[in-house]
């Protein structure tokens, strides 16, 4: 479990603890909204909930809340869930299961023939194998086990699409492995900017994907393996369709059966960043975050644990640990004390985090609610100049018993 | 006419019941018998705690001819009148009482034993209370929240030599003990890797905002040496997921399958020498404990000890002892071995018996009566859940700990790991000695 994502904050804070812009909602007006719809999946979706991953992932870009809808259960009767898309700016789908009614299957389409976004995630693909407008949204989709399904299958041969129609097997599944995710279409808004070539981590990558394919853009493509089980073509891994006035980005990536609880493909910071993009562009038909400093290499992959570049942009998650209050986000906490532990053994970068939580605990802008936790949570950590800090926090009444705490924590 | 003469039967029966265990509810030292009970009396029992485990262990006690359940404590005033429920249904009688603060019980009653099932974080406070009461307890898994409330419990029993029995059930049941007994006598030669298997955990329920109160509810002692925080909903059985009450299924579960590991080993009374480890909470939300953790230990004699999460690890939840004959998998549901003759093997006469007990409750019960050391001492349950300790501290401080097993103490003087070692109390409780 050892990341190298937060290895190195060495050298004088100005170097790695600047200020990075992140996008700001005014360029929208009002921060979008967005739907994520889950409840069935072929894998498990119970433990794993990547609906969780998908919300965290796309809010932290700054521009959309996410709400979570779950489905009922495979056993239980879905009749009543009945949906309306119009309020949000973009739906994604990460489900697979029982059809939907037919009220919530006319308005979703009526919602992608308006000009509605879809983010189609990995094997929400092939969710509704007989709705033909589905599989038109969707465009290709993997049927496993059908021998002779019908629809295109798409591979990329010297850097253009093959269209095969001849009817085949579905999807093949591959092992988990590392693959190199090569774009085919570097200058489209969702990819442009990014390397065009960069190493995604442990994913699945499914192979032969087949449906309608109208309207389809490949955007970038990845190898399968025969070696890890796959087809030895060069399958798609994201697309854009277009259907109606809607546009839909559509993600092979994301599979997080190999470890439910932090799946390397879901934590890999090209799979955050395209599907960030992705969402956006599905949302506006235009992408202005900006590109992330770092990205992975052509042959090293880069995880981002809480889905963010907690390495070079430290300062936004200090920035949250000092607007905290109860009831708000607490992962802010959770990464300070992630840094904390992979950097115990680097005296520099511990100098660094040491000279950030006192700046924390004495700035008058930081909450109460912060300086609890930061007490409670991080005094076993403290060396000799945080006495007197506590000291002086001791005399707010408000946060007495934590400062006293933190000092009781320094000698036991 | 029949119905009547049974309604006076019923009444009658209650009346005369009630009369003969007068004396059970009289402390035996009353009656003169040097502080204990007489096997021919019914030993008194008193339940702090009523949640699941309060219950399950109450339902258990309850059904034993020889014990009397006599009052229960509980901060939750719901949670006692439903035990007390429990009681008074079972004996025909109203005579359960209720308290919601243990002291006001402890200076009350009469016991000679007490079924203590609490959130961790009051384990300590209130077992030592309880022992210095020379009261015999039968007190949940994990022993306490922190290594030295931990320690301070398995020598507050010693020296007032009450029994106590650790709830970690699972040295009576019959397949860990087999297991345990195999390894123990060397059926798979000289074990030098052990594979420890605990829950995924995965719960999640996001930031909730502060909210009232329940008025059943005594938040302020609910919290006890815990730091005063708003009340955010967390409560029955929240308590698991966050840090300052638990550490999650790691402690939870430590003390089932470490402890079974060690017993294979016959590590019961020390612990390992060096400790690493990698965990991590969810991304978000209240609940902080590690949901996937990596722990690696090294025992004396180089053995090797690694705990996990259930996803990591090839064999799932439960222990694995890999020896130079063979290995043995056991969990609750299954027993196997790299060849299954290695299960059929009996233990000669000459060989290592482990102690035998079918029911954990039993066993307890029939120790108070003989003086016996139970099954899973408080010593035993503080080595098991020990090793949990030290692996969060290391995955708190990102550090290799160096740990001397018969001080307790780090040999390297690593101060960090040492305040980790125990939390202070919130104000006016105490740490026990």
Redesign the interface.
């Known amino acids: 479990?050892?990341h190298a994502y937060c290895k190195g904050l060495t050298g004088p804070p100005g170097k790695y603890l600047y200020n990075k812009p992140r996008l700001s909602i005014t360029q929208y007006n009002k921060i979008m909204k967005a739907l994520i719809i889950e409840g069935q999946n072929e894998h498990h979706w119970q433990?794993?909930?990547t609906s969780?991953?998908l919300k965290?992932i796309i809010e932290k870009s700054g521009i959309f809340t996410a709400n979570i809808m779950v489905s009922p259960a495979r056993d239980e009767d879905i009749n009543d869930f009945v949906v309306g898309f119009s309020p949000y700016n973009v739906v994604l789908l990460d489900y697979t299961g029982q059809d939907w009614p037919e009220k919530t299957r006319h308005n979703f389409v009526e919602y992608v023939k308006n000009g509605g976004g879809v983010v189609v995630c990995n094997k929400a693909a092939s969710a509704f194998p007989g709705w033909p407008e589905y599989n038109e949204i969707a465009g290709l989709g993997g049927y496993a086990g059908q021998e002779n399904r019908e629809g295109v299958s798409i591979t990329i041969q010297d850097g253009a699409p093959i269209y095969n129609s001849a009817p085949g097997k579905g999807k093949e599944a591959g092992q988990y492995h590392e693959f190199a995710v090569q774009s085919l279409n570097p200058s489209h808004p969702i990819l442009k900017g990014l390397p065009e070539r960069w190493l995604h981590a442990e994913d699945m990558l499914p192979a032969g994907l087949r449906g309608p394919a109208k309207n389809l853009e490949v955007l970038a493509y990845a190898h399968s393996y025969k070696g890890y089980g796959g087809s030895g073509n060069n399958e798609p891994v994201m697309m854009t369709i277009r259907y109606g006035e809607g546009r839909v980005f559509h993600t092979t990536l994301g599979h997080s059966d190999n470890?439910?609880?932090?799946p390397p493909a879901i934590e890999c910071a090209g799979f955050i960043t395209t599907l960030r993009r992705g969402t956006e562009w599905a949302a506006t038909g235009n992408v202005l975050q900006d590109v992330p400093s770092i990205f992975p290499s052509e042959t090293s992959s880069l995880r981002w644990?809480?889905?963010e570049d907690i390495q070079t942009d430290i300062e936004a998650v200090i920035q949250r640990i000092q607007t905290y209050e109860?009831?708000?986000?607490?992962?802010c906490f959770?990464i300070l004390?992630?840094l904390?532990?992979?950097?115990?053994?680097d005296q520099d970068s511990m100098d660094i985090l040491h000279q950030q939580i006192i700046r924390l605990l004495t700035a008058e802008e930081t909450t109460n609610d912060s300086k609890?936790i930061l007490c409670?949570?991080f005094s076993?950590?403290a060396n000799e100049p945080y006495r007197k800090v506590y000291k002086k926090l001791k005399e707010n009444q408000v946060i007495s018993?934590?400062a006293e705490?933190a000092l009781?924590?320094?000698t036991? | 006419m029949r119905s009547n003469r049974r309604e006076f039967l019923r009444k009658a029966g209650i009346a005369t019941m009630g009369m003969g265990m007068f004396p059970t509810i009289v402390k035996s030292s009353v009656l003169g018998l040097n502080g204990r009970v007489s096997p021919s009396n019914k030993i008194p029992m008193i339940v702090i705690g009523c949640g699941a485990m309060g219950n399950a262990n109450l339902n258990t006690f309850i059904s034993f001819d020889d014990v009397k359940i006599i009052a229960v404590c509980d901060v939750d005033h719901t949670r006692t009148t439903d035990s007390k429920k429990i009681i008074d249904t079972h004996y025909g009688n109203n005579d359960c009482r209720m308290y919601g603060d243990f002291r006001e019980m402890l200076e009350q009653e009469q016991s000679d034993t007490a079924a203590i099932s609490l959130p961790d974080h009051w384990h300590a406070i209130i077992s030592c209370a309880t022992a210095n009461k020379k009261i015999d307890i039968y007190g949940e898994k994990p022993l306490a929240r922190y290594l030295r409330e931990s320690r301070a419990i398995a020598d507050t029993v010693k020296r007032n030599q009450v029994i106590w029995q650790t709830g970690s059930q699972q040295r009576s049941v019959e397949s860990f003990r087999h297991a345990a007994s195999l390894v123990r006598n060397g059926v798979i030669g000289n074990v030098s890797a052990v594979e420890v298997g605990l829950p995924?955990g995965?719960t999640?329920i996001g930031?909730?905002?502060?909210m009232d109160v329940p008025e059943n509810v005594n938040w302020d002692m609910w919290l006890g040496p815990a730091?005063?925080v708003?009340f955010?909903g967390i409560l029955h059985w929240h308590w698991r997921w966050i840090?300052?009450y638990s550490g999650g299924q790691l402690t939870d579960w430590a003390g089932h399958h470490i402890d079974i590991a060690h017993w294979g080993l016959g590590l019961d009374h020390t612990g390992p020498l060096t400790i690493k480890a990698?965990?991590?909470?969810n991304?978000?939300?209240?609940y902080?404990v590690p949901?996937?953790y990596?722990i690696e230990c090294e025992y004396a004699n180089g053995l090797q000890m690694r705990i996990a999460?259930q996803?990591r690890l090839s064999h799932g939840m439960g222990v694995l002892w890999k020896g130079s004959n063979g290995w043995i998998h056991v969990n609750r549901h299954a027993l196997n071995a790299s060849d299954e003759d290695i299960l059929k093997v009996q233990i000669d006469e000459s060989g290592i018996h482990l102690y035998e007990s079918t029911n954990h409750q039993r066993n307890f019960i029939d120790c108070v009566k003989s003086r016996e050391a139970p099954i899973t001492p408080a010593e035993t349950g503080h080595r098991s859940i020990s090793v949990a300790y030290l692996a969060e501290i290391a995955?708190?401080?990102?550090?290799k700990l160096y740990w001397d097993p018969q001080n307790e103490r780090f040999t390297d003087n690593n101060i960090?790991a040492?305040?980790?070692?125990?939390?202070?109390y919130?104000?006016p409780w105490k740490i026990p000695v």
Request: aromatic share 8%; charged share 25%.
């Open positions: 479990m050892q433990r794993s909930r969780i991953a965290q470890d439910p609880l932090f644990p809480f889905y109860t009831g708000k986000s607490i992962d959770h004390q992630l904390v532990q992979e950097n115990s053994g609890r409670r949570d076993w950590m018993a934590e705490f009781n924590m320094m036991p | 995924d995965g999640y930031n909730p905002q502060k730091p005063k708003p955010r840090m300052e990698t965990g991590r909470p991304n978000d939300g209240i902080n949901v996937a990596d999460n996803s995955m708190k401080t990102g550090q960090y040492t305040r980790l070692l125990q939390r202070p919130r104000s």
